[in-house]
């Protein structure tokens, strides 16, 4: 069974900067589309980056101009590059893929999550 395994999370200051990753555990034939969500405490997940397999990007108007979402075909990794974070980018984030296995049956994925913490 295919995982999405994220890495990147942390604790960082107003103002820095932190890239996550989401990478699928095993070999798969390839990546459609992509997303990364976040949930604060108390509050409903939220997508805040998108990427087509047509590599069309939608991003949530909070985060715009700061965030960019990227893929690594060959490394079938996702990436979120965060920058000038906010403490209201505080949140788990999770990554989700439309994964397309090597017998080109295809399923929606959920990573872990990983904790971004954003200090004012």
């Known amino acids: 069974q295919v995982q999405l395994v994220e890495s990147g999370g942390g604790l960082v200051q107003a103002g820095g900067s932190l890239r996550l990753s989401c990478a699928a555990s095993?070999?798969?034939?390839?990546?459609?589309?992509m997303g990364w969500y976040h949930q604060a405490p108390g509050k409903e997940r939220e997508l805040v980056a998108a990427?087509?397999?047509?590599?069309?990007?939608n991003y949530a108007d909070s985060v715009k101009g700061r965030f960019t979402i990227s893929r690594d075909n060959a490394k079938n990794t996702v990436y979120l590059q965060m920058n000038s974070l906010k403490p209201e980018d505080t949140a788990v984030y999770y990554c989700k893929a439309q994964l397309v296995s090597w017998g080109l049956t295809t399923n929606d994925y959920w990573g872990q999550g990983t904790q971004v913490t954003v200090s004012s």
């Open positions: 095993k070999s798969i034939f390839s990546i459609n589309a």
């Open positions: 990427l087509t397999s047509g590599s069309t990007t």
